[in-house]
């Protein structure tokens, strides 16, 4: 079981690394523009939202990478439970305010992960 969860965070991980260079660096750039569905105008004024939400999108990836590594057990376990509970919610807030997908995009690894160091705790 805590294999397959440190997969599961690393992979939740890398999604959010992923979310952090679409939403900072490619925001504007016609691949960003593709997957958001925006117009050039549109992420020309939106662009420096999107960097600040990629900003946190990176910290999540770093607080769940941080959990995978710290030697002490009971506070990677506090780690692993309080970064992908941060990203659940946000995936929550997302499907509510923006789409509904994002619930499972975004939260569903997450939920997973979070299934998976509970039942190997």
């Known amino acids: ?44 004024t939106t662009w420096v939202l999107a960097a600040n939400q990629g900003l946190y999108n990176g910290f999540l990836a770093a607080g769940l990478l941080w959990s995978l590594i710290q030697p002490e057990p009971a506070f990677a376990l506090q780690l692993k439970v309080f970064f992908l509970v941060c990203v659940i919610v946000a995936a929550i807030y997302g499907a509510w305010s923006v789409k509904p997908r994002i619930l499972l995009v975004q939260g569903g690894p997450a939920m997973l992960a979070l299934l998976f160091v509970l039942l190997a705790s």
């Open 1 to 44: 079981m805590g294999i397959l969860a440190a997969i599961l965070i690393v992979l939740t991980a890398l999604l959010h690394v992923g979310f952090l260079v679409l939403e900072m660096f490619l925001w504007t750039k016609p691949q960003g523009r593709a997957v958001f569905r925006m117009t050039a105008e549109r992420a020309e």
